[in-house]
């Protein structure tokens, strides 16, 4: 039985401080701490967590189907058993697809996603990867993993195949993230670098345990966080903000498989509600009507400087963050010795005097 994932503790170490530490320790911790609240306040703001299970796919996926009851609907080559839903077999070119069918209106949320990709294929003869959606349209099949292109929210790829031949500075699997109006083409020759926030490339092939990804969005900042080795370790992916979505989308999670194929499972999606204090101004306006954008971007393509598509513009990680606050500290310390020196110097000179 795979163990319940708790949102809250993705960075929360447990330390205990005893009087007789050392100061140079204490400094230390003291260090230590700052790094991981400042990570902390960028992924869970200290909120609590709520499972939304209208948003939930969960064992034995009780309310899938096509009755007018049902929480959610699928499509194409989808195939839904007791222990975990198939969205394309190990065969070519199979499209599928499952969507939520309650919009979801909640302002802060965060998905865990429970999956395995696995296959015959070897030698990197296998593809083509799955996508998790957030949207305005559902059901829409076409050419972005079994969606539809120029989409209309948040989308998380899940691509195992390259196929961009140039872009050899990554490796596959890559997951990555993009935020659409409904006027940009993903770009399936070049893998989607000209349109992505940022990725990670990761071994999720083959597992012989769970993986699983978590996407959360909180007051406008998107993170995207892989657990692949099943120890409860987090490991950040994508942390961006500026991020501007929508009430009333729907999730869903879609598959395509082409020349070359691989099973994608989906074991669990389960939406948690986070707790956040919004400003008056933020609470009063009508969220349903927000377009999906990144603010600090004018254009995904607008911020390509490198000739391979790079982004190199993003925001400061926690650890960047920890080596800033340990210069201040450093120089503070120094400026208090280097004070110190002085201020002995002078006491020493004065001494002379009487």
Not at 99 to 121: A, R, Y
Not at 239 to 265: E, I, K, M, Q, W
Not at 286 to 298: A, G, Y
């Amino acid at each position: 039985m795979a163990r319940e994932r708790s949102p809250a503790l993705w960075l929360h170490p447990q330390t205990s401080v005893t009087h007789k530490m050392p100061v140079c320790h204490r400094i230390l911790l003291l260090l230590w701490l700052l790094h991981f609240s400042c990570v902390s306040s960028d992924i869970t703001d200290g909120n609590a967590e709520h499972l939304k299970r209208e948003h939930s796919l969960i064992k034995p996926y009780q309310g899938v189907g096509t009755s007018p009851s049902s929480q959610w609907d699928f499509w194409g080559s989808t195939l839904v058993t007791s222990q975990y839903v198939r969205l394309t077999p190990d065969e070519r070119s199979k499209q599928g697809s499952i969507w939520n069918t309650v919009p979801c209106h909640l302002k802060d949320w965060e998905m865990h996603v429970q999956f395995k990709i696995h296959g015959s294929g070897k030698n990197l003869l296998h593809g083509d990867g799955f996508a998790i959606w957030y949207t305005k349209d559902r059901l829409h099949t076409g050419p972005v993993f079994g969606n539809q292109d120029h989409f209309v929210g948040l989308a998380i790829f899940v691509d195992t195949f390259r196929n961009d031949l140039q872009g050899m500075d990554r490796s596959f699997p890559y997951i990555s993230a993009m935020v659409n109006n409904g006027s940009l083409p993903y770009d399936h020759g070049k893998d989607g670098r000209s349109t992505e926030l940022g990725g990670c490339s990761v071994e999720i092939r083959n597992k012989d345990h769970d993986t699983y990804l978590a996407i959360r969005y909180s007051k406008g900042r998107l993170t995207i966080m892989i657990d692949v080795d099943d120890r409860n370790d987090w490991k950040e992916c994508i942390d961006f903000g500026g991020v501007r979505l929508p009430t009333g989308y729907y999730f869903g999670a879609s598959a395509a498989t082409g020349d070359l194929s691989d099973n994608h499972d989906i074991i669990s999606m389960k939406m948690y509600q986070l707790m956040v204090e919004h400003s008056p101004e933020e609470d009063s306006q009508d969220w349903t009507k927000i377009e999906p954008s990144v603010s600090l971007l004018k254009s995904p393509k607008d911020n390509i400087d490198d000739p391979t598509g790079n982004f190199r513009s993003t925001p400061l990680t926690g650890w960047k963050v920890f080596l800033l606050l340990l210069c201040a500290l450093l120089g503070i310390v120094v400026c208090g010795v280097v004070g110190a020196v002085v201020f002995q110097k002078r006491q020493e000179r004065n001494k002379r005097f009487y």
